[in-house]
Each structure stands twice: as C-alpha cells, then as structure tokens.
C-alpha cells in the first residue's frame, strides 16, 4: 500500500478545492464560446453561399420557374445567421470535446483515458457521417418525394425558414443516429449489458429503430426508413465492436494506472 501524501502526487491526480473546479470549469465554457464565435466569424461572410448550397437539393428538384420564398419579412436576415451560428457549433465540435476531455481527465484512471478519448475522436467522426449521409442521401430522395407527389396545380413555393428548421433537424436526427455504435459499446463496457444480451434484443431494437424513424422523420416511409435501417445497422456494427472489446479486455481487472 502507496504512502504518498497528496502533495507528492503528480498534479493531474492532486485533488482541487472546490472553487478551483469551478474556475476550470468556467475556463473551459470560455474557451468553447470562443471557439465557436471565431467559427462563426469566419463562416457569417459566407452564410448566403452556404444557405444555397444547403438548399440545393430542393431547388434542384422544384419546377422550372418556381423558387423558394421568404414569408417573414426578417427570414432573409436571420435565416442565414442561424445556419452560420449552427455551422459554427458544428464546425468547434471537436474544440469543444477536447476541452470537455480536458475537464474530466484529471479525474479518469488510465484505463478509462485510453478508452475515453478514441470514444470521443470516433464520436465527431460518426455525428458528421451522419450529416454528410442525410446531405447527400436522404435530402434528395425525400425532397424528390415532396414534390412529385404534390397535387396536379398545386404552385410549390417552400419557405427559406421552414426548409432550415426542417434540415436541421434532420441533420440533428441523423448525427445523434449514427453514435449508436459508441453508446452500444459504451453499455457493454460498463457492464449494464453484454453483446449476447443485446443480439437476443434484435428484434424489439429493429422495432425501435422505427419507432424513433417515425419520430424524428417526416410522415413518410422514405426518410423513416432510411433513419430507421442506418440505426439497426449501426447497432449491429456496435454489438461486433462490443463482442472485440470484451474479448481484449483483462480477465484479471483494471491494468495497473502506476
């Protein structure tokens, strides 16, 4: 048994006075709300771009002569500034995970910090696949459902607010999708579940998975499917990466954090 005083410890195991974890803490938010305005300052200049390409998969499919419209007389303004303020939030994702890894390492075994932070790194990863996945494959077979199937003299004129919340929330929807791998791993890591427990759940998961398609989708079979088959796959892909996990992991415990 170790008699090291707390003093002779390294500093990352020292333990901080309370308002010292407080000051972190505020020193971290500080660095993230920075993080995401220089972001947003090097975007704003290019919101109207942006917003165009964002739109592209539906003006693309509108008909000749038809073009989106602005109800709100502050839409063109503001609709832009949200898809930049956005954008910059994603775009300082991972500033922001490394300063949250920064916070709670100090107080992670070592174990926990080679785990943690590969967990992090694949999580950015996987949130942007599933934008770039709605962008570049959902967007346009849902959109070319709309509005082919539209009433017969029916003038298609979408709204430039609507159309960003709408995306949005789909990007928002297949982000958080695709982290189903790390969180499956993260239950079997923890030990709430094992991998066999979870492939004997296949069925009311596949079930799930259209549940929340249903959900977060609009009413159609399209886009809900192709939230709703992506899920149960990555499932799938999260029970493998569980099955390798739990098959590298000492038998005898924790490896030595010395």
Known sequence: MSSASPGNLPPEQQEMPLIEHLLELRNRLLKMVLAVLVCFAAIYPFANELYLLLSQPLRELLPVGQMMIATDITSPFFAPLKLALVLAVFAAIPVILYQIWSFIAPGLYAHEKKLAFPLLFTSVILFY???????????????????????????ELPDIASYLNFVLKMFFAFGVAFEIPIATILLILSGA?????????????????FVIGMLLT?????????????????????????????????????????
């Open 193 to 209: 579940t094992t991998p066999k427990d979870l492939a004997a759940k296949r069925p009311y998961i596949v079930v799930g998975c």
């Open 129 to 155: 696949l599933g934008a770039a996945f709605a962008y570049f494959v959902v967007f346009p077979l849902v959109f070319g459902f709309f509005t082919a199937i539209g009433p017969e003299g029916i003038v």
């Open 218 to 258: 609009p009413p159609d079979i399209i886009s809900q499917t192709l939230l709703a088959v992506p899920m149960w796959l990555l499932f799938e892909l999260g029970i493998l990466f569980g099955y390798l996990a739990v098959r590298h992991r000492p038998d005898d415990g924790y490896p030595d954090d010395a």
